[in-house]
């Protein structure tokens, strides 16, 4: 139980591109939605909390008009990476939880910007 | 802001020796979450410890919720080479009722067969 799909798992565009990343919970609701971002060797930077129908929660320093996240339903959240440029290339991974139960992870996305 | 030490950084041991990991804080956590991640994957969920004190089994991993609620720690016995890869303490701590997670810096840990 408790999987999570996160699709792309690898997308290269060029710069200036809109870029869109699915994270969908695939057997359970999730109630809450968590973005990710990783760079090589190091640990996981939280980048929004999401909750079905509401607007995301963002870290600081998050530019939430760079980074769109929409979470219309309790098994689906996108993040989309706006007219993208070569630094924001990165891993980026979500998660999703039910109430109080643990996150668990998508296998993450690879985005290159050229 | 709120941290979590993670430590050792990396690790280097021989097929069959045990392993040891912690996680230590200066606040207080009311959930502890160890999870793996292999290269190129998101994390994978390894044990979840709610109480303190807990001490919780997973195959030939355990874990333990530290007495304080501000350490944990996870122990890998008789290691292969599928151990291979970075372990991640998370903590949930008492102020936050969003269900975010602080991550530890992460365990590097390679096995020598």
């Known amino acids: 139980g408790a999987v999570v799909s996160q699709h792309p798992s690898w997308v290269i565009c060029k710069s200036g591109t809109s870029v869109k990343i699915e994270c969908r919970s695939l057997d359970f609701q999730a109630t809450t939605m968590f973005w990710y971002r990783q760079f090589p060797k190091q640990s996981l930077m939280l980048m929004a909390t999401s909750n079905e129908g509401s607007k995301a929660t963002y870290e600081q320093g998050v530019e939430k008009d760079k980074f769109l996240i929409n979470h219309a339903s309790l098994t689906l959240s996108t993040l989309t990476v706006t007219s993208a440029h070569p630094e924001d290339s990165s891993f980026y991974i979500c998660?999703?939880?039910?109430?109080?139960?643990?996150?668990?992870f998508g296998d993450g996305t690879r985005l290159s910007i050229l | 802001g709120q941290q979590l030490n993670q430590s050792p950084q990396s690790m280097f041991i021989q097929e069959g020796e045990d392993v040891s990991m912690n996680c230590t804080s200066s606040?207080?956590?009311?959930?502890w979450l160890w999870y793996k991640q292999d290269p190129g994957e998101g994390p994978v969920l390894l044990i979840a410890l709610y109480k303190a004190g807990e001490l919780t089994s997973n195959g030939r991993l355990t874990a333990q919720f530290g007495i304080t609620r501000k350490d944990s720690f996870l122990n890998i016995s008789a290691s292969i080479p599928s151990d291979v890869g970075i372990y991640f303490c998370?903590?949930?701590?008492?102020?936050?009722?969003?269900?975010?997670?602080?991550f530890g810096q992460g365990t590097t840990l390679q096995v020598k067969p």
């Open positions: 606040s207080i956590f009311n959930t």
């Open positions: 998660s999703a939880s039910k109430g109080d139960q643990p996150q668990h």
């Open positions: 998370a903590g949930q701590t008492v102020q936050s009722n969003t269900g975010k997670l602080i």
